[in-house]
């Protein structure tokens, strides 16, 4: 299996723009996770999903921050306007059959927000 | 809610040294205990994990960590570590169906 896999790697966007982060499970995983990291916070749970529910989505910033799995291969992190002070690292991860199991992570999305 | 600490955010070592990277938790429910490393411009893979049973857990790699319930922590520790161990490492906390980490302690090794 190739892992996790995350497009774009890196994003550079203006204040105000909508961002798009893109994420490919593990084939067979049943659960899915959004991180982000900064220097401030560190490792933040953003939301996640099991057999493509959403099922915690409490570190969520706010409602500019939307997630959709539509299916069990593909999800989506959307910022609509986003702001500088969302930039940041943005990891998808995703575990076998629950969230204590061993999450494997994405490269990242690294998004700079000017 | 649980929390996770880690002390020293930077932790210098002489290569063949011992290393013991500190881990303290909070939680108000058990919870299972992990330790995740980052190499640089890579994602968290998982060094090893305490779900249950004997306290003293071991990674391939010779990590080792001990689960002291009674100190609520999880000290991570290598007798003598290599440049290849160059990374950053968390500690996590799992409870409530979900992962909590610390802030991370970045690893430098020193020829």
């Known amino acids: 299996d190739a892992g996790v896999i995350q497009s774009p790697r890196h994003e550079v966007t203006e204040m105000g723009q909508e961002v798009t982060l893109r994420c490919k499970p593990i084939?067979?995983?049943?659960?899915l996770f959004w991180y982000r990291q900064t220097m401030m916070r560190g490792l933040e749970l953003l939301i996640y999903f099991n057999n493509n529910v959403p099922i915690d989505d409490s570190g969520m910033p706010e409602d500019r921050f939307s997630a959709k799995m539509p299916n069990a291969s593909f999800s989506t992190l959307k910022i609509q306007p986003s702001e500088p002070r969302d930039s940041a690292v943005y990891f998808c991860a995703s575990s076998f059959d629950s969230p204590y199991s061993e999450q494997y992570f994405g490269p990242g999305t690294r998004l700079t927000v000017t | 809610a649980q929390s996770v600490t880690q002390l020293d955010s930077q932790v210098p070592v002489f290569e063949e040294a011992p290393v013991e990277l500190r881990c303290n938790y909070s939680?108000?429910?058990?919870?299972?205990l992990f330790w995740y490393v980052q190499y640089p411009n890579q994602g968290l893979q998982l060094l090893l994990k305490y779900l249950s049973g004997s306290t003293l857990v071991e990674s391939i790699n010779g990590f080792e960590a001990e689960f002291n319930k009674s100190q609520t922590s999880f000290h991570l520790r290598k007798p003598s570590v290599h440049i290849s161990d160059t990374a950053e490492y968390f500690c996590?906390?799992?409870?409530?169906?979900?992962?909590?980490f610390g802030t991370g302690t970045r690893l430098t090794i020193i020829p």
């Open positions: 939680s108000s429910v058990s919870v299972y």
């Open positions: 084939s067979g995983h049943d659960y």
């Open positions: 996590a906390v799992g409870a409530n169906e979900k992962l909590t």
